[in-house]
């Protein structure tokens, strides 16, 4: 593990390992018991600091975790940045070395990082070499690959596509910035799962763990993107005038239009940086804008809408597996977003909540496995009668 730590915690992602729960620190705690593995680096520094530390012994992480069985390898004392030890590590400890062995290779690669004396010291036994049934097999690596990493590169490289498109466009907000944070550090950890790295010798049960983290922090990421873009548009901005500067337009087709039949045509927005994510802008000579896609070139589907007295009626068809939706105003945040229902169906606005009258366009949000798409559709809402008289 390697982090910003000090002889009770050490960190990891957005989360702490540390001894306290209840000490305070800038983000999850987790206890000494999430680590099965029988041996440990914790790279950081005074993790292995124990008889003059002002830290309590009771509170040392590395004293913890031998208690528990585990060998430690840590450093003594403050260091200075030394980021590949952890890949030293690595190597040493699949090479089959005694864990005493490993801590002689890391103090020599210290000190040609410029520490001064040793750095790196061991709780544990120095002759004690890793059994061998914990290094995989190769047929049980292509599983965990098949399982585990063929469901979700993909899904984790689109997403991340999505988020750098989003940031050339401008820049992004609090939320959406930490959500990333979290999100590449777990990205990274499945990448290099694909270089047989130390993830092949990691135990199922933290492999399912290690999965479960990385879908929580990409569904925080989604969540994040789409909030600030829905919100972008809801507050009166149209998503063109911020991709549309900074792509090459080329137009794709002509169609009849869903909604009229009228003459519509599809444009393709291709951002000069090639790396990122184009867009689809679907418009009708009538009706005006019809919608924009990421990742898809289908053309969107009527939004069909009633405007009545009292309410205006949405009816919006069956989402997709996977898929999640809803139904917001455009040009106002005063009108709640309703949630598009999963099998499809009515979504509903009161008349009186409009803060406007007028024309009024309405935007249907969907974002899908490697898919989100916005579908416009503009009404007009009668402004209120006159009941005061001559």
């Known amino acids: 593990m390697t982090g910003h730590g000090a002889e009770h915690c050490i960190r990891c992602g957005d989360h702490w390992l540390t001894t306290d729960s209840k000490i305070s620190l800038p983000g999850t705690p987790l206890p000494p018991s999430v680590i099965r593995s029988p041996v440990v680096f914790l790279n950081g520094c005074a993790s292995l600091r124990l008889g003059d530390s002002v830290v309590p012994r009771d509170y040392s992480l590395a004293a913890a975790l031998q208690a528990r069985g585990t060998l430690v390898i840590g450093s003594y004392r403050n260091q200075h940045a030394f980021p590949d030890a952890g890949q030293i590590f690595a190597e040493a400890l699949l090479g089959g070395l005694s864990v005493g062995r490993i801590v002689n290779r890391l103090n020599m690669k210290a000190l040609t990082k410029g520490e001064e004396g040793v750095t ?4 544990g036994d120095a002759a004690s070499i890793p059994s061998p049934p914990l290094l995989r097999s190769s047929g049980e690596i ?6 585990y990493l063929d469901q979700i590169l993909a899904d984790i490289s689109w997403l991340d596509q999505l988020y750098s498109t989003v ?21 990274q950890l499945i990448f290099r799962a694909e270089n047989l790295t130390p993830l092949d010798i990691i135990e199922d049960e933290d492999r399912t763990m290690l999965r479960e983290a990385t879908l929580l922090a990409m569904d925080r990421l989604r969540v994040a993107l789409w909030e600030e873009l829905c919100l972008y548009i809801a507050k009166g901005k149209w998503l063109e005038a911020v991709y549309a500067p900074l792509s090459r337009r ?3 087709k002509t169609f009849p239009c869903p909604r009229c039949e009228g003459r519509a045509s599809q444009s393709r927005y291709s951002p000069y940086c090639e790396f990122l994510m184009w867009v689809d802008r679907f418009e009708c000579e009538r009706c005006g804008t019809l919608g924009e896609r990421f990742g898809s070139s289908e053309a969107p589907d009527a939004l069909i809408a009633l405007v009545e007295k009292d309410w205006i009626r949405v009816l919006v068809s069956p989402l997709e597996s996977g898929g999640e939706g809803r139904v917001f105003v455009h040009r106002t945040t005063a009108v709640s ?13 009161r008349v009186e909540d409009l803060p406007f009258r007028g024309r009024v366009t309405l935007v249907a949000a969907v974002w899908a496995p490697h898919q989100l798409a916005f579908t416009y559709r503009t009404l007009f809402v009668p402004p209120v009668e006159d009941t005061t008289g001559d």
Request: aromatic letters at 18%.
């Open 120 to 123: 790196f010291q061991l709780l």
């Open 167 to 187: 940031v050339h466009w401008g820049e992004p907000c609090e939320a959406t910035r930490s959500a990333y944070q979290g999100f590449f550090h777990l990205a």
């Open 250 to 252: 080329t137009r794709v």
């Open 142 to 147: 292509s599983s965990f690959r098949k399982v």
């Open 337 to 349: 977003p309703q949630a598009w229902p999963p099998q499809g169906g009515e979504v509903m606005f």
